[in-house]
């Protein structure tokens, strides 16, 4: 079986995460950017996992714990999201400049 | 044959007696292994002076009467200890060791330069003489030289004085005895010069160092011949090579070495025609002129032939430059004796005759006696400080040197009165006082010199041993006609001075009643035939292996001695019928009626005036100018050059901490500055350049990663 496809895959979901981390302004945009880096590592992780994984298939098992702790991590991002933009009526990174200061 | 032959029987002693008491000597004992404490004591104290003199009681004095006083000690007892048993020792510390030699087998330095103590007959007497009449003089002195403005610095000087003769006389070797002899130099032009006031007195401390100079520099170059010929410095290696025969190269160049040697003897002796400086001398503090005509100075040159007398004594060494000796020292008793004559400056009249009996004891030295020599400098020693201080008691009381500001002063100072005319008589050579023993033994050396065992002989000179006898008699005339006239001028008649003169504190006439004690017994000794300890102790028994060279008196020479106490005596009844009865005016009476004398001895024979045109004036004027012209041209050129050459580097200095410095310390802060400016752009607060960076630097890292592994597998 090649994986070269599922690579390519996870480097592409991968590439898309990181630009939409870097370029976008909004923060829930720049969270789910985050979760597509995260998708493309799980993917990677079972492909992985499935060419030369062994009986315990630790490599399946790390996916589901980094989707545990993904949907944790939105969790939290997306409150801390929205008690900003309570604060300060932008979830604009941009103007999230107070450690400049 | 000579004609003194008809005077009667001649008896002198044959070489077997010193022979056998060469093998009991004292060769070792803590009291001689210490005697490096002779000179050391004094050097040391003269520093002491120096820096602590002022602080203490007596401003220094009780230093230098210390450590003169620890030497006379010393040598009073090394003294009866070389008397009574005989003394040879040397004592030696390596300093310095030059070069490398190979002798036969051995490999030795080549030039080895050692601090030594010699103890021995003729250095005991020294430390002896040393000690002694320097401890007089410098009790006297701190009566002298109350109220002296230099009192300590004088003091510091003279203990410099005695300890620099006592580093010469101490030397086992020419390199120290050089040292020694310029130690005594420098210390005679300190105290020479010591009223620096005085433009005279300045100018005759350098007359007197100059004139010496001619003969260090002789010395010097005697002592490098000697030296080098030899291998060694060292005295004993010098007088092995002189015991092992004339084969050795030092018999080639010992002419040249011998004379180069006693030319040096002749400086500090003050031998004509060298001699000019001493008179001049007199400007110093008189305490000085006693101690300089005594004991230390002038005896040096004397010193010096006595301990290279087997050069000058064996045949194939120096023995040729003895007829040079002989020549000098019998020009200068005579005509030296002859100048005193005409003085009016008490002081001179003693100089004089200190030059007229150091020409005695060079002319002994240079006719082979080595003991009546010495025996005379010994003597000698006692009256002429004897004479220097009751002269300087006198000009003490009469605040003038000039004789004719004196004049029956016997009845305001009979204590000085008493002991300069024991002095004077002792000088004249009047039985029983020391100087008719000392004198009569070089008299009847000379005349032994002249005999037919006698070395002018063996040598063809017999007419020349008759004609110094001759000489040499004439000078005891002369040496007793004008004592007189100088105790004539000085104590008797009518008081010419001004004020009332009155007799020296006791500080003052101790040791003037010491010293006449000394003058009336130290000629006792030594008499022929009865006591011979100073022969014994000086003499026969130094130079073992050379004691057929050194001829004394076995039995007074009666021929002699009664000529010699004849001329003496007529001395001084002419002397007597001249001066006592006061009844010409001086200068006739100076001038004996002889047309041109009284001119030619008043001028010094025009030896000071040949110099001072001859050789002072015609080099004063270039030398002079030569001096100012480096003076304004060398040195001012090396002084504006060293100002030029300090501003340009101060100079240098500025622009380097203006430029340099400066400039490196704004570059850090601007470089600082620029850096941080630049790095703050990217302190922007912006998460996302963050994050860019930080995805950059990963992925760089991975890059450089895969890249790595890449190459590597």
């Known amino acids: 079986m090649l994986i070269s496809q599922f690579i390519v895959l996870g480097a592409g979901l991968f590439s898309l995460g990181v630009y939409g981390v870097l370029t976008r302004r909004n923060a829930v945009l720049i969270l789910l950017s985050v979760e597509l880096m995260l998708a493309a590592v799980n993917i990677n992780m079972v492909a992985f996992d499935a060419a030369w994984g062994d009986v315990l298939a630790g490599g399946q098992i790390f996916a589901l714990f980094i989707i545990a702790v993904a949907a944790a991590e939105v969790g939290i991002g997306l409150a801390i999201v929205l008690l900003i933009f309570r604060n300060r009526q932008s979830a604009n990174v941009d103007e999230l400049d107070l450690l400049k200061l | ?713």
């Open chain 2, 1 to 713: 044959m000579s004609v003194f032959a008809a005077l009667g029987p001649l008896v002198l002693a044959t070489a077997e007696e010193g022979a056998e008491h060469a093998a009991d000597l004292t060769t070792s004992g803590p009291l001689l292994s210490a005697a490096w404490l002779i000179p050391v004591v004094p050097m040391v104290l003269t520093f002491a002076i120096v820096f602590w003199g002022k602080k203490l009681p007596y401003r220094g004095w009780e230093l230098a009467v210390g450590s003169m006083g620890f030497v006379a000690l010393y040598g009073i007892v090394l003294f009866f200890m070389n008397m009574s048993q005989g003394i040879t020792y040397e004592g030696s510390v390596t300093l310095a060791e030059i070069g490398t030699q190979a002798l036969g087998d051995n490999v030795g330095s080549a030039l080895v330069f050692e601090w030594g103590w010699m103890v021995d007959g003729l250095s005991i007497m020294m430390y002896f003489v040393v000690g002694v009449v320097g401890t007089l003089v410098f009790v006297y002195a701190k009566g002298y030289m109350e109220g002296d403005a230099r009192y300590t610095w004088f003091f510091a000087s003279f203990t410099l004085f005695g300890g620099g003769m006592l580093v010469l006389v101490s030397a086992p070797n020419l390199i120290q005895l050089i040292v020694g002899w310029e130690l005594v130099g420098v210390a005679s032009w300190l105290l020479i010069g010591h009223y620096w006031e005085d433009h005279d007195a300045s100018s005759s401390a350098i007359k007197a160092f100059l004139t010496n100079k001619i003969g260090d520099a002789a010395l010097f170059i005697g002592a490098i011949i000697v030296g080098l010929s030899v291998g060694s410095f060292r005295f004993t290696d010098i007088m092995d090579v002189i015991a092992s025969g004339s084969g050795s190269p030092l018999s080639r160049f010992a002419f040249w070495g011998g004379v180069a040697i006693f030319i040096g003897a002749m400086g500090k002796s003050a031998q004509f025609p060298l001699h000019v400086w001493l008179p001049d001398a007199m400007a110093g503090p008189t305490p000085v002129s006693a101690l300089m005509h005594a004991a230390t100075m002038v005896t040096a040159g004397v010193y010096l032939i006595a301990r290279m007398f087997p050069f000058y004594a064996v045949d194939g060494f120096a023995d040729e430059v003895r007829w040079v000796i002989i020549a000098v020292g019998t020009l200068t008793l005579f005509l030296t004796g002859l100048i005193a004559l005409v003085q009016d400056d008490i002081k001179k009249v003693l100089a004089y005759s200190t030059l007229s009996q150091l020409g005695y004891m060079v002319t002994a030295m240079g006719a082979g006696a080595y003991t009546a020599g010495l025996f005379h400098l010994f003597t000698h020693a006692f009256f002429k400080a004897l004479l220097f201080l009751g002269a300087g008691s006198v000009i003490h009381a009469v605040h003038s040197n000039n004789m004719s500001d004196m004049g029956g002063l016997r009845r305001f100072m009979p204590k000085t009165y008493s002991t300069f005319v024991i002095g004077a008589l002792a000088l004249a050579g009047i039985v029983p006082l020391a100087g008719f023993w000392s004198k009569d033994e070089i008299l009847a050396s000379i005349r032994f010199a002249g005999s037919a065992d006698g070395y002018t002989v063996a040598q063809g000179g017999a007419w020349l041993a008759d004609f110094v006898l001759v000489v040499a008699i004439a000078g005891a005339f002369v040496t007793a006609f004008y004592m007189t006239r100088a105790v004539s001028l000085t104590f008797f008649g009518e008081y010419k001075g001004d004020g009332h003169p009155h007799e020296s504190p006791n500080v003052m006439t101790y040791p003037l009643v010491a010293l006449a004690g000394f003058s009336v017994v130290a000629g006792l000794i030594n008499i022929p035939g009865v006591t011979s300890l100073f022969t014994d102790g000086v003499g026969a028994r130094f130079f073992a292996g050379f004691h057929e060279l050194e001829h004394h008196a076995e039995s007074l020479d009666l021929g002699v001695a009664l000529i010699g106490t004849l001329a003496a005596a007529a001395g001084i009844l002419i002397g007597y019928r001249i001066w006592f009865e006061d009844k010409e005016t001086q200068r006739a009476r100076d001038a004996f009626g002889v047309p041109l004398l009284y001119p030619l001895l008043r001028r010094k024979y025009y030896i000071d005036d040949a110099y001072f045109y001859g050789v002072v004036k015609p080099l004063r004027e270039p030398v002079a100018r030569g001096v100012d012209w480096f003076n304004g041209h060398v040195i001012d050129l090396v002084v504006n050059g060293a100002g030029f050459l300090a501003r340009a580097a101060g100079k240098l200095v500025y622009l380097f901490d203006q430029r340099a410095l400066d400039g490196a310390i704004n570059a850090s802060a601007g470089i600082t500055s620029f850096g941080g400016g630049r790095l703050r752009l990217l302190q922007s607060g912006r998460v996302q350049q963050y994050a860019t960076l930080l995805f950059a630097g990963t992925v760089l890292l991975v890059a450089g990663f895969v890249i790595y592994n890449g190459l590597t597998t």
